[in-house]
């Protein structure tokens, strides 16, 4: 289970932070990450870090959002700055086990003046 919180409104140039504690069967081994999807856009990968602390950023977010982990508590949190209108999205947390792959029910963030 993957339980997301944080998000909200923020204003153009402003910060957001999301968490997401992955709980029950999902071990503190997988790639854990965050997708957004816009309205009338398809999921788009936002950013990812392994269990060794590499991690990988969509180029649209490079320099602005921040991912870490904390593999004892299994949880991931993406913290957002210099956020955009464009950034305005329903915000995933999704975890990648191998063959298998659990999301999270979502969050929204909207970034508006």
């Known amino acids: 289970q993957l339980v997301e919180s944080g998000g909200g409104l923020a204003q153009p140039g402003g910060s957001l932070s999301l968490s997401c504690v992955a709980s029950?069967?999902?071990?503190?081994?997988?790639?854990l990450g965050w997708s957004r999807q816009a309205p009338m856009k398809s999921r788009e990968i936002v950013a990812g870090?392994?269990?060794?602390?590499?991690?990988t950023y969509a180029d649209y977010v490079k320099g602005r959002f921040t991912i870490t982990r904390d593999n004892d508590k299994n949880t991931i949190t993406l913290q957002m700055n210099d956020l955009k209108s464009e950034d305005t999205a329903v915000y995933y947390c999704?975890?990648?086990?191998?063959?298998?792959?659990?999301w999270g029910q979502g969050i929204q963030v909207t970034v508006s003046s």
């Open positions: 999704n975890a990648v086990c191998g063959r298998m792959e659990y």
């Open positions: 029950g069967s999902i071990p503190n081994w997988c790639l």
């Open positions: 870090i392994r269990e060794d602390g590499i991690v």
